[in-house]
Structure formats: C-alpha cells, structure tokens
C-alpha cells in the first residue's frame, strides 16, 4: 500500500467515523438504536449502495466481529453493578440456558413449518436469533429508568446467552451430522463452568494486581484493564471454554473492584465499546447485498413474528416461573429482547463452514434484526410506561468516587462528585463523620475551588477531594456512600457508616495546598467558611 493510498484510506474511516458520531446523536433524539443507522452506512457504501464497494469476505467479518464482540462484552461488564445484578443472577442464569433452549425450539419450528426451510437452516435460524442484546435494549432505555431487579435479569442475561448460543450455532453449523441434544446439553455446561472459573479467576487477580501495584501513569490504567478482560476471553477460548463468558465476569469482577482512576477507565472502556460498535456494523452492512434481501423479507418477517410473539415470551414466562416476578415485569422483558450484533455475526458461521443454503440464513436474520429494532425499539419506552415501570425520580443517584494511589505517601486522594439527587446534599462536613486518617481537604464549587470547615455545607454538584491514609481508604469511602443514600442519620438508618464517630480534623492547610498544586488545583485558607472561593 502506498502512502497515498494510506492517506485515503485514514481519510475515509475518519469520515465513516464522524458520520456514525453524528449517527449517535439522532438515535438519541429519535429512541432508534444506533445499530440501525450504522447498519444504513455500510450498505450505503457497499453493493447497491452510494459508493459500490464489493465485499463478501464472511470470513474476515466473522474475525473482526469476534473481536468486536469481545470488547463489547468487557464494556458491558465493567459497566454492571454487582448489587443490582447478584439478586438476579439465578433468574439470569435460567433465562440464559432453559430459555434459550425455548426459543431455539418454537423459532425452530416455525422456520421449518411455516417458512419451508430444512431443518439444520431452521435450527441455525433458531439458535442464532435467541441471543439478545444489551446495547440495542438500553440505548432506547436511557430516559426510562428500570428497577433493578429487571436491569440485572437483562444485563446478565444479554451477558450470559452468548455463550451457550454460541456453542449452539457451531454444533449446527459442523459439517455431518447434528450431535445428541443431551451430548450438546453436556458440551454448553462443561464449556460454561470452564469459562466462568477462568473469568472470575482472572478478574479476581488483576483487581488485586491493580489495587496493589501503582502503575506510573494513570493513562495506564484503563488499557491495563482492558488487557485484563481481553486475556479472560483468550485463557477461556484456549481451554476449550466460554471465552465470550469469560471475558464478561472478568470484567464484572473489574468494575466492581474499586478500581483506581475509575471514571476514566469507564470512559476509555466507553469509548472502545461505541468504536467496536461502529466498526462491526458499517463491516454487516457492507457485507449485505441488499436486492437479494427481497426474496427473503416475508419469511424474516414470519420468522421473527413468531420468535417476538411466541417464543420469546413463553422463554420468559417459563423460565421466571419459579422466581414469582409480577405479570407486567415479564411482559416487558418479553418485549426488551432485542435482537443486534450478536445475531448477524453469528449468522457468518453457517456462512465460513459452507452450510447450504447458509446465504439465506444470512439474509434472514439480517432483515429479522432491522424489522423487529424498528417495531420494538421506539415503543419500549411507551411500553414501560404503560406497565408503570419505573425507578422512583426522586431516588438518589449512586456517588461518583475516583480514587488516585499516592503511593509515597502511602494515602489515597479520593475525588467525589455529589449527584444532583444524592442526600449529601445540606449535610456538613463535619456530619460526615469519616473515620480517623481520612479529612475532606478541598471542595469546588461553581468552578471555584476553596478549603471547607467542619460547618461547612455540602450542595449538589460539589466536587470534594478527600484524603485518606491507607488502611481507612475502604472505611472511608463506605462511609462516604452512606452519607449520599441515607443523609448525616446514615448511621442510625442501618444504610452503614461510623454512626456516633466524631468529625475527623482536617488536615493543616499548607499541606493541602501543596498537595491540590500537584494535581493542578490550588485552595488558599479563605475558603474556611466555605462561602469565599480561594484564588485558583
């Protein structure tokens, strides 16, 4: 490749990139997931598209969405929180195996009786389609807010039914005869225990290699973590186990480890998601052709009328029968399976192995997942309030804590940001009662940045920096936690804390300048009253 031809090629990914920015806005403004106006791109630019480019290496795309799917995963699970998703780990777990087993069967069905296809084609079709997805599912979500109990059945399930599917659409899709169901039963256990050991083994050992090793710089931190969740999925898939599992609890296990420098490993981690994203569906739709999508758009459309209509919710209803879930909670998570990247990737296998009639396949699923986005993705907001689902406005929002090794000191600078709802907000500093070695040194507010007495009121959007020695970091932060859910009475409201502790003395002033210089921040001792912002 020449350099010229280098220049064009940078040159024409930054504009399909800031084209599919722009793409992320409109699906914020219209409730479409993103993965539909990506899609638009790639067949834009592909056959029959705007720029006609000729692609039809399911291979490579097969390669390249693994890998996608892989950071995706890692960004999914460093994004769920471990208290919402424990109390919904067996219903998840039940979803993901006997429910996928469900609609694998009805979807399978209805391909080969009502469609007319084989059955290898039909249970490919089955397997394929019955792997939902998170990120189709929460980007129309985010101005709904869910209770948690149905956010952590939805995220662990869209974590956890990658893999047996997986498992699934390979054994169909092997050249020669379909193994056993009970052989394939034996097969998707086995290679799930292995996974999940091997996740949580790697994520237990990287958060404490993290949490005990201070790296130089802090912009190492977030590709240290990625590297972590990535290596899961390669120790998984090398011992003949989940990889795509693996990878997911590792980096559960990571974004619930309190972790240094955390905001801005979740927003690298973010970033890399959205690129993947971007990257695997322009390739999908580069890889469609889409006049020979006309043929199969009325049995897409049958086929997916029965797995939205019938297979999915009997999978729900089934499988959380014994959890006693309210109807209307059910019905909305029979709703939210939506269907995104995982699908259309997986409809490559049957592709790479040369299964006949494996293009129609493709074809199938393709115009399945855009159709049912469509229909389901706009009305899902409509729907959870129909069924009066929702998290309390008025509920506090978790506290924003970043934590910063100082090594050399052998202390911790914890940067706590107070959300517009927690009930930190009109507590002093001094009611926070933070145990002894631990002192609020620095307060901004309104951009202005000043050093906080003991009566000194805390308001919604301050930014506090709180120093703490070693061996009361973890108490501290606790304690810090306790304060925005239950207020200065967190201690006697049983919400944890050091109820009845005596305010801890702050530090002396000069160290707390010189120590806010080192961090680009200066604070001057006329701030006392917390009324004055010192001079910056």
């Not at 699970?77 to 780990?89: H, I, N, Q, S, Y």
């Not at 999508?293 to 999978?315: E, H, K, M, Q």
Request: some cysteine; proline content about 6%.
């Amino acid at each position: 490749m020449t350099v010229h031809a280098l220049n064009e090629l940078l040159l024409a990914c930054s504009l399909v990139l800031l084209v599919a920015v722009a793409a992320v806005r409109v699906s914020s403004r219209s409730g479409l997931p993103s993965l539909l106006l990506y899609l638009g791109i790639g067949i834009a630019l592909g056959q029959d598209g705007l720029f006609d480019i000729k692609f039809d290496n399911a291979e490579l795309t097969q390669v390249i969405g693994y890998a996608a799917l892989v950071v995706i995963l890692a960004e999914g699970g460093l994004g769920t929180k471990w208290k919402e998703v424990r109390p919904a780990l067996p219903a998840a777990a039940v979803l993901s195996t006997v429910g996928v087993g469900i609609s694998v069967g009805v979807t399978a069905a209805a391909a080969h009786y009502l469609v007319g296809l084989e059955w290898r084609q039909a249970l490919i079709i089955g397997a394929v389609v019955s792997s939902t997805d998170a990120a189709a599912v929460f980007s129309v979500l985010r101005k709904v807010p869910l209770p948690s109990r149905i956010t952590g059945v939805l995220e662990a399930e869209s974590g956890f039914n990658d893999a047996p599917v997986v498992i699934l659409v390979v054994a169909f899709s092997a050249v020669g005869p379909v193994e056993h169901w009970y052989v394939l039963v034996g097969e998707i256990a086995l290679e799930l225990a292995i996974g999940a050991a091997i996740g949580l083994a790697v994520g237990w050992l990287g958060s404490f290699g993290l949490r005990h090793v201070a790296l130089p710089a802090s912009g190492l931190y977030p590709i240290a973590v990625m590297a972590i969740a990535v290596s899961a999925y390669a120790a998984g898939a090398m011992a003949h186990g989940s990889g795509f599992l693996a990878v997911y609890l590792a980096a559960m296990v990571l974004g619930n480890s309190k972790l240094p420098h955390w905001p801005a490993t979740r927003g690298f981690a973010d970033g890399l998601g959205w690129l993947a994203q971007i990257g695997m569906f322009v390739l999908l739709g580069l890889l469609v052709t889409p006049h020979d999508l006309i043929d199969d758009f009325w049995p897409a459309v049958v086929v997916g009328l029965v797995l939205t209509a019938v297979a999915r919710p009997l999978s729900v209803f089934i499988s959380l029968a014994p959890f006693r879930l309210p109807r209307r909670e059910k019905a909305l998570m029979s709703w939210a399976g939506l269907r995104g990247a995982v699908p259309i990737i997986l409809a490559t296998i049957p592709m790479v192995s040369g299964i006949e009639g494996s293009t129609r396949v493709f074809n199938i699923v393709f115009v399945l997942v855009i159709v049912y986005t469509l229909i389901q993705g706009p009305t899902l907001p409509w729907l959870a309030k129909a069924l009066r689902i929702g998290d309390d406005p008025s509920e506090a929002s978790d506290l924003g804590i970043e934590s910063a090794p100082l090594e050399r000191l052998r202390g911790h600078l914890l940067s706590v940001s107070v959300p517009g709802k927690s009930k930190m907000h009109g507590v002093e500093v001094g009611e926070l009662r933070l145990p002894a070695g631990a002192a609020v040194t620095l307060v901004v507010r309104d951009g202005k940045s000043f050093v906080p007495a003991p009566s000194t009121v805390l308001r919604r959007g301050d930014e506090l920096l709180v120093v703490a020695t070693d061996p009361v970091r973890d108490a501290a932060e606790a304690r810090l936690r306790a304060v925005a859910e239950g207020g200065k009475l967190a201690g006697w409201l049983g919400t944890g804390g050091t109820a009845g502790q005596e305010a801890t003395p702050l530090v002396d002033v000069p160290h707390v300048v010189k120590l806010a210089k080192k961090l680009g921040r200066s604070g001057s001792d006329e701030g006392r009253t917390g009324n004055t912002p010192a001079r910056r």
